[in-house]
């Protein structure tokens, strides 16, 4: 049986427990023990796939096809813990398959309550995540802050499973936050304390504090912490402000962190080895000797975590250049409203996410017309790549009203299509093209020299394709489709030739990028981005 680690969140929301949860995993697997992360997510959303950016950030797509948490991009990042739609439950997942037992009749006349019913339900979910695998620690971080009603079963349950399982399988580890009041000048740790009080009133008590604050805590400050919390003084982990996020891994392992988890899991101690991600990640992402500027032309831009995946990869990238990466955010209404130049002057590179719905769209053909026509490298993502199509077919073909049916239903150039099993579609849930798909690279193409392999696979979440019928039209003009599903039906990457470096994809190649092993489209565009830097600078 593996041993558990719950995370839990305290006083506040937006403290990182996502980057905690997996830089605890990093630390732990670089000892070499074998780890699976999930999340469980107090809202009644199935999934976050029907939910808006602006409410939830991004959505992140794993192999398997589940639409889940952002925090499973952090996981995949930072570890190798293999990601399944086991790894991301939310209540309206319980609570589904409860109602659904329900009217199988499967209680046998029972009243079908929270506590045990529902209770039951998160505890066997919590167990599916690594039964029938080698797993040795499952680390599972639990949404919200404590305090919250929606979070309360998920608590009660890990209570339940925690007394269960008996002490030394199963520990708490509570991030809270320990505020510097400016006026005072004193950290404070009342927050922390009550915290930490109202876990216990629900009869949890956590074994490590993990504290983000602005500065290191004191020794005197963590006693006291450590003392009113009813934690061993070692186990009061400062976690303040880092340069980069990559590092917090390193900064738990120099307080011992790895130790206090052998100790209190009752496990013989491996000493994490972290010199690998110290050398190849955080050395390099902290001294790179050039910059470069990247610009993303997309509609939720006031929100970091709607593009976290794009940002990371992008950082990624930036790592594996030598490069300061200096990410411009531009909403696509602004271009529309105001002309790209005015917006694209001067940067190195041009990306286009994904993203639906009419909103901004011209303002996003706008910014690739520039790409394309001033030659800056271009990089378009799922909605960029339709866009680039669109593009293209305007201003290259002359179907001057080329358009997608989803913002023109009654386009007479549909260049971008819905396949006929999509139109049949109802619910909007989990209903897209969703997971990995294999794709076939042409050789010769920008995309096959930057995978350097005939055959990949990548995730997908849209449901509109580029529609085959103008594949020839579009070829004529100089449109390369460089990859497409192995049966040659859809159109998977395009390319515009004779351009220096104007790729885009179907897919989603950000979630698959780490930190250590940048992905090969986000490489090598912005590799390309240096080089046209180089060739206004010189
Ligand atoms: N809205 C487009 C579609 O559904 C693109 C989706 C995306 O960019 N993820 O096909």
């Given at each position: 049986?593996?041993?558990?680690?719950?995370?839990?969140?305290g006083?506040?929301?937006?403290?990182?427990?996502?980057?905690?949860?997996?830089?605890?995993?990093?630390?732990?697997?670089?000892?070499?023990?074998?780890?699976?992360?999930?999340?469980?997510?107090?809202?009644?959303?199935?999934?976050?796939?029907?939910?808006?950016?602006?409410?939830?950030?991004?959505?992140?797509?794993?192999?398997?096809?589940?639409?889940?948490?952002?925090?499973?991009?952090?996981?995949?990042?930072?570890?190798?813990?293999?990601?399944?739609?086991?790894?991301?439950?939310?209540?309206?997942?319980?609570?589904?398959?409860?109602?659904?037992?329900?009217?199988?009749?499967?209680?046998?006349?029972?009243?079908?309550?929270?506590?045990?019913?529902?209770?039951?339900?998160?505890?066997?979910?919590?167990?599916?995540?690594?039964?029938?695998?080698?797993?040795?620690?499952?680390?599972?971080?639990?949404?919200?802050?404590?305090?919250?009603?929606?979070?309360?079963?998920?608590?009660?349950?890990?209570?339940?499973?925690?007394?269960?399982?008996?002490?030394?399988?199963?520990?708490?580890i509570h991030l809270t936050l320990v505020?510097?009041?400016?006026?005072?000048?004193?950290v404070?740790t009342?927050?922390t304390q009550?915290s930490v009080?109202?876990?216990?009133?629900?009869?949890?008590?956590p074994e490590i504090l993990i504290c983000r604050t602005?500065?290191a805590l004191s020794k005197k400050v963590k006693e006291k912490i450590g003392l009113f919390c009813n934690v061993d003084e070692d186990a009061v982990i400062d976690a303040p402000?880092?340069?980069?996020?990559?590092?917090?891994?390193?900064l738990f392992?120099?307080q011992g962190l790895?130790?206090i988890?052998?100790?209190l899991?009752?496990?013989?101690?491996?000493?994490?080895?972290?010199?690998?991600?110290?050398?190849?990640?955080?050395?390099?992402?902290?001294?790179?000797?050039?910059?470069?500027?990247?610009?993303?032309?997309?509609?939720?831009?006031?929100?970091?975590?709607?593009?976290?995946?794009?940002?990371?990869?992008?950082?990624?990238?930036?790592?594996?250049?030598?490069?300061?990466?200096?990410?411009?955010?531009?909403?696509?209404?602004?271009?529309?409203?105001?002309?790209?130049?005015?917006?694209?002057?001067?940067?190195?590179?041009?990306?286009?996410?994904?993203?639906?719905?009419?909103?901004?769209?011209?303002?996003?053909?706008?910014?690739?017309?520039?790409?394309?026509?001033?030659?800056?490298?271009?990089?378009?993502?799922?909605?960029?790549?339709?866009?680039?199509?669109?593009?293209?077919?305007?201003?290259?073909?002359?179907?001057?009203?080329?358009?997608?049916?989803?913002?023109?239903?009654?386009?007479?150039?549909?260049?971008?299509?819905?396949?006929?099993?999509?139109?049949?579609?109802?619910?909007?849930?989990?209903?897209?093209?969703?997971?990995?798909?294999?794709?076939?690279?042409?050789?010769?193409?920008?995309?096959?020299?930057?995978?350097?392999?005939?055959?990949?696979?990548?995730?997908?979440?849209?449901?509109?394709?580029?529609?085959?019928?103008?594949?020839?039209?579009?070829?004529?003009?100089?449109?390369?489709?460089?990859?497409?599903?192995?049966?040659?039906?859809?159109?998977?990457?395009?390319?515009?030739?004779?351009?220096?470096?104007?790729?885009?994809?179907?897919?989603?190649?950000?979630?698959?990028?780490?930190?250590?092993?940048?992905?090969?489209?986000?490489?090598?565009?912005?590799?390309?981005?240096?080089?046209?830097?180089?060739?206004?600078?010189?």
């Amino acid at each position: 049986m593996p041993k558990y680690i719950f995370i839990t969140g305290g006083v506040i929301s937006s403290l990182g427990k996502g980057i905690t949860s997996a830089s605890i995993g990093k630390l732990l697997e670089s000892t070499g023990l074998k780890i699976t992360i999930q999340k469980c997510d107090p809202y009644i959303n199935v999934d976050p796939g029907t939910m808006n950016p602006f409410q939830h950030g991004e959505v992140y797509v794993i192999d398997d096809g589940a639409e889940t948490d952002l925090d499973l991009g952090h996981y995949e990042r930072y570890t190798n813990a293999l990601m399944t739609r086991e790894n991301n439950i939310t209540t309206g997942k319980i609570y589904h398959s409860v109602i659904l037992k329900e009217r199988r009749g499967d209680y046998l006349g029972a009243t079908v309550q929270v506590v045990p019913h529902i209770t039951n339900e998160i505890i066997s979910h919590i167990k599916k995540v690594s039964s029938g695998k080698d797993i040795d620690i499952v680390i599972c971080e639990i949404g919200g802050t404590v305090g919250d009603i929606e979070s309360l079963p998920f608590l009660e349950a890990i209570r339940q499973f925690k007394q269960h399982v008996g002490r030394g399988n199963a520990i708490n580890i509570h991030l809270t936050l320990v505020p510097y009041i400016k006026a005072a000048q004193e950290v404070k740790t009342k927050p922390t304390q009550h915290s930490v009080g109202k876990l216990r009133e629900i009869g949890i008590v956590p074994e490590i504090l993990i504290c983000r604050t602005e500065k290191a805590l004191s020794k005197k400050v963590k006693e006291k912490i450590g003392l009113f919390c009813n934690v061993d003084e070692d186990a009061v982990i400062d976690a303040p402000d880092v340069r980069d996020v990559y590092e917090v891994p390193l900064l738990f392992k120099k307080q011992g962190l790895d130790k206090i988890v052998f100790r209190l899991l009752d496990l013989r101690y491996k000493e994490a080895d972290l010199k690998e991600w110290q050398n190849r990640v955080v050395k390099r992402a902290l001294h790179p000797s050039k910059k470069v500027t990247i610009a993303v032309v997309g509609k939720y831009m006031e929100l970091n975590d709607a593009y976290k995946s794009i940002y990371e990869a992008l950082k990624h990238a930036g790592v594996a250049n030598d490069a300061k990466m200096d990410i411009k955010k531009i909403d696509s209404e602004d271009i529309e409203e105001k002309g790209a130049e005015k917006f694209l002057k001067g940067v190195d590179g041009i990306l286009v996410p994904g993203g639906f719905g009419t909103r901004g769209i011209e303002g996003k053909i706008k910014a690739i017309k520039f790409a394309r026509e001033k030659k800056i490298p271009f990089f378009g993502i799922c909605l960029g790549m339709q866009c680039a199509v669109i593009e293209f077919a305007r201003n290259a073909c002359g179907l001057k009203k080329a358009n997608s049916t989803e913002f023109d239903k009654s386009t007479p150039a549909p260049v971008i299509s819905l396949l006929e099993e999509q139109k049949r579609v109802k619910d909007m849930g989990a209903t897209m093209r969703l997971g990995a798909y294999p794709c076939k690279l042409k050789k010769g193409t920008k995309s096959y020299e930057a995978y350097g392999r005939e055959k990949i696979s990548e995730r997908h979440r849209h449901r509109y394709e580029f529609d085959i019928h103008y594949k020839r039209s579009m070829e004529k003009e100089g449109l390369v489709i460089s990859g497409a599903s192995p049966d040659l039906r859809l159109v998977e990457m395009i390319e515009v030739a004779g351009h220096p470096w104007f790729v885009a994809c179907q897919f989603h190649p950000e979630f698959k990028s780490k930190p250590d092993d940048c992905h090969p489209l986000f490489r090598n565009f912005v590799r390309a981005a240096l080089i046209y830097q180089k060739t206004y600078t010189a």
